[in-house]
């Protein structure tokens, strides 16, 4: 098997950097596919290609018709940073080990297709609706990718996986439909309450159960539909908001220790703004840091599920 060294250096050379260049015109939709190209497992063998790395646009950010479609390529390894996909189709590609750093997607649509460790740092992997579309991530591998400060905004989710990914992932405002998550998962914040768009709190069914969570947190949404870790120091609560101003209430009036105001002062900043009232929160205490502070809020949370 060719190293990621070997197969960068098929790119090198006269001949090599003139074809990069055809490349890098038809997969931006305006040129022909070149020719010459080999296939490896029945994809069109870009492995190691060195394509984009200052931003470059796919499609038209004003005609959503005018979408490009990557299908059946392999670009493993490969330097693909900062695009800007405009109603664009990618279909069973292969991104492993890819840099695709300052991934922008718009409207764009995503299937069968695998991104394991691939480093996908981006803050929009989904913005919202453009032009009617939303973006949608549909059975696509995230393992062990780098995600660390990624933002899935306002997309879908469907089919995904995830499996030890890095620090501060975040999921806000999507519709999230049969994802497994496994693994230890640092910092992942989901987050369906609705602040940046609107979104339906039973738009979230997902299996944790193989999963570590550590310092992280799922709110916003209905749970019912998920199954979380059995984790000894992961806290959940149903319909959420009341419980947690109750929560709250309960340590500024019944407990000034340290730490009851240190559980106060953390779940009055957490809680501020919630979600709707049908709505569920889980988070690991072990993520305060503190055995203290975790037992307060603990005992805080009881005491308000007991009264709701």
């Given at each position: 098997m060719a190293t990621a060294a070997e197969l960068k250096r098929r790119w090198d050379g006269l001949d090599a950097a003139r074809l990069v260049r055809e490349v890098r015109t038809w997969l931006l939709g305006q040129g022909p596919r070149p020719g010459g190209l080999a296939e490896v497992d029945g994809r069109v063998?870009?492995?190691?290609?060195?394509?984009t790395a200052t931003p470059a646009t796919v499609g038209?950010?004003?005609?959503?018709?005018?979408?490009?479609?990557?299908?059946?390529?392999?670009?493993?390894?490969?330097?693909?940073?900062?695009?800007?996909?405009f109603g664009g189709r990618i279909r069973g590609c292969r991104f492993d080990g890819a840099s695709l750093t300052?991934?922008?997607?718009?409207?764009?649509?995503?299937?069968?297709?695998?991104?394991?460790?691939?480093?996908?740092?981006?803050r929009a992997l989904g913005g919202g609706e453009w032009n009617g579309l939303r973006t949608a991530w549909r059975r696509v591998a995230f393992d062990r990718a780098n995600l660390r400060e990624s933002v899935f905004l306002g997309c879908l989710l469907e089919d995904c996986t995830f499996e030890k990914t890095t620090k501060l992932l975040q999921i806000t405002d999507a519709e999230v439909r049969g994802c497994t998550f496994t693994g230890l998962l640092t910092s992942l914040l989901v987050s369906g309450q609705?602040?940046?768009?609107?979104?339906?709190?039973?738009?979230?069914?997902?299996?944790l159960s193989a999963a570590v969570l550590k310092d992280s947190k799922i709110e916003g949404y209905s749970l019912d539909a998920t199954r979380l870790p059995d984790q000894g120091d992961l806290?959940?609560?149903?319909?959420?908001p009341p419980v947690m101003k109750v929560a709250a209430s309960y340590l500024q009036l019944s407990d000034d220790s340290p730490a009851g105001r240190a559980a106060a002062a953390v779940l009055g900043q957490?809680?501020?703004?919630?979600?709707?009232?049908?709505?569920?929160?889980?988070?690991?205490?072990?993520?305060?840091?503190?055995?203290?502070?975790?037992?307060?809020?603990?005992r805080a949370v009881a005491y308000a599920q007991d009264r709701a």
């Open positions: 063998d870009l492995r190691g290609i060195a394509l038209d950010p004003q005609d959503p018709r005018a979408g490009v479609t990557w299908e059946g390529l392999d670009l493993s390894g490969a330097q693909v940073e900062e695009l800007r996909f300052g991934l922008r997607m718009f409207g764009s649509t995503v299937e069968d297709s695998s991104f394991v460790r691939a480093d996908l740092r981006s609705g602040h940046q768009l609107p979104v339906d709190p039973r738009a979230f069914s997902a299996d806290l959940v609560v149903r319909h959420y957490w809680f501020k703004a919630p979600g709707r009232d049908d709505s569920d929160v889980c988070f690991d205490l072990g993520g305060f840091g503190d055995d203290a502070i975790a037992a307060a809020v603990r």
